[in-house]
């Protein structure tokens, strides 16, 4: 049995309100004892149990706290979009139609050029601390593309997403209802066994609530969990049918109605908030406040992806979140880790606390406050992934 003893932590953030103070759980002067990928205890450290031989890491009075958990990601695609992001900061707005060219050179690359693009964000996103990340499929559209983009993000995620209804491809144009039928029949009979979830883009220039309905209805006969992209260019449809078919989560809400907020706060939907789209599309942030002050669990992500919000780093739209929509450091926090966990509906992430997989993030800083407080710089100095060392 391998097993690692973590002492010296400052500040440990656990999320387990029974180990420490406030809802992130937070134990000052802390141990962590993580046994076969496991965290086994946490705790103050003068109260670490006596085991067997351990490897032993001083953490040196510097914070620790768990892996991000990226519950919403593009990653699976080729080429970029650095000229559509230059002319936007130039006044131009954005729209779903820039879809369109990352749908273009997605299909005409190969299995292995798309591989490696998702291996290189993935390991760019470990590096800032992110452990668990969802990946979603959206730029085949065609039934073999969706298909192989779900393959591939396969080999590098549990938390797989079929997107095939992101925007109406263009051999589609002007017959939506065509493509719908074909998302909700050979599209998701050959990708709904290489995927756990599937999403649909509700929106202006995407598909309508009647749409959505039916794909995700379609969806969730072949054993897939709904989630929606809801509210990012509008309000409109997506934040009520997502309640309404009992979907993991609704993304961006950029733009909610007082309905919206009620509905979340009062069904099972997670609220996740997706900061680096706002930044890199120079629209308002979402209410934050709003959605937590009604109850609702609010999570984080960084959905990165090449048109709308090209990061992978859960520390910037921390620091986003906390300036931008007045959450505390102690709310963004909690959302980039546990509101993550429950947006992806796992329990074993996102917390370290006994029995959680020992992902472990340590930082070069006193406490998780400074997440936010030191915007832009490297922080994560340290991650175990299941006990492992990672990056
Ligand atoms: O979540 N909104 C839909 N999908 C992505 C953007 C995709 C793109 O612009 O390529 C998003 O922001
Ligand atoms: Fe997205």
Not at 85 to 103: C, D, E, L, Q
Not at 248 to 276: E, K, Q, R
Request: hydrophobic share 45%; with cysteine; aromatic share 6%.
């Amino acid at each position: 049995m391998t097993s690692l003893l973590i002492d010296g932590i400052g500040s440990l953030v656990t999320n387990d309100p029974a180990l420490g103070s406030g809802p992130l759980g937070v134990v000052p002067d802390a141990a962590l004892v993580v046994e076969d990928g496991r965290v086994t205890w946490a705790g103050p450290r003068s109260r670490v149990p006596q085991g067997a031989a351990r490897e032993r890491f001083d953490a040196a009075g510097r914070a620790v706290l768990p892996g991000f958990v990226d519950s919403h990601a593009h990653l699976v695609f080729a080429g970029d979009r650095a000229a559509e992001f230059a002319a936007r900061m130039a006044g131009r707005p954005y729209s779903a139609g820039g879809i369109r060219t990352t749908v273009e050179a997605t299909r005409a690359a190969s299995d292995d050029t798309l591989r490696a693009g998702v291996r290189r964000l993935v390991a760019e996103a470990l590096c800032s601390g992110t452990t668990t990340v969802e990946c979603k499929s959206g730029y085949g559209l065609t039934v073999p593309d969706e298909a192989r983009c779900l393959r591939v993000a396969g080999e590098h995620t549990e938390e797989v997403t079929f997107l095939g209804a992101h925007v109406v491809p263009p051999e589609y144009a002007g017959r939506p209802d065509d493509y719908v039928d074909l998302v909700c029949g050979p599209m998701l009979d050959a990708c709904a066994p290489h995927a756990r979830w599937i999403d649909v883009f509700c929106d202006r220039g995407a598909f309508d609530g009647d749409q959505t309905r039916a794909i995700l209805a379609a969806g969730r006969e072949r054993g897939l969990v709904p989630r929606v992209h809801a509210g990012q260019l509008q309000a409109g449809p997506g934040v009520a049918v997502a309640v309404e078919l009992g979907a993991a989560s609704a993304d961006h809400l950029t733009h909610l109605t007082a309905a919206d907020v009620d509905a979340l706060a009062s069904g099972g939907t997670v609220a996740t908030l997706l900061p680096g789209a706002e930044f890199s599309t120079r629209s308002p942030y979402p209410d934050a406040r709003r959605l937590l002050d009604a109850g609702a669990t609010v999570a984080l992500a960084a959905d990165c992806n090449p048109g709308s919000s090209y990061t992978t780093s859960m520390p910037f739209c921390i620091a986003l979140a906390v300036r931008e929509m007045r959450m505390t450091p102690d709310e963004a926090v909690w959302a980039a880790t546990m509101g993550g966990a429950r947006a992806l509906r796992r329990t074993d992430v996102g917390r370290l606390s006994p029995g959680a997989r020992a992902d472990v993030v340590l930082l070069d800083a006193p406490s998780h406050v400074h997440l936010a407080y030191r915007p832009g710089v490297p922080l994560v100095a340290a991650v175990w992934r299941a006990g492992v060392p990672a990056a």
